[in-house]
């Protein structure tokens, strides 16, 4: 397992993780690496607020997903078309104007 997909789980981790004993959400100084092989790793995840450890274990796949036009319906029944650059363009634009899309949208 290379180092970004290692790093890419534990990020998804701390975003999604809650204690199932008190509900306190973790940080990445939380998550204590097992073991990997391959494409399988363990996980130490232990509670910041009442210490708990949770062990989890995952296992990483690949998968080729084909990256298309995505077509989206409006309200007035419009189909508009966005294409990939586009989609990347807009991307490039708000991370150099430090712009998040809830920012983008107000929520």
Do not use: Y
């Not at 981790?13 to 100084?29: A, R, Y």
């Not at 092989?37 to 796949?61: E, F, M, T, W, Y």
């Amino acid at each position: 397992m290379n180092f970004q997909t290692l790093k890419w789980m534990v990020d998804s981790l701390v975003q999604t993780f809650s204690c199932p004993e008190c509900n306190s959400w973790v940080d990445e100084n939380c998550v204590d690496v097992m073991w990997t092989a391959g494409q399988n790793i363990n996980v130490d995840v232990i509670c910041p607020h009442c210490h708990k450890h949770s062990i989890i274990r995952a296992q990483i796949l690949a998968l080729e997903i084909p990256i298309q036009d995505i077509k989206i319906e409006s309200n007035t029944k419009k189909k508009i078309l966005i294409k990939d650059s586009q989609i990347i363009e807009l991307n490039k634009n708000l991370k150099s104007n430090n712009i998040s899309i809830s920012e983008l949208f107000g929520e």
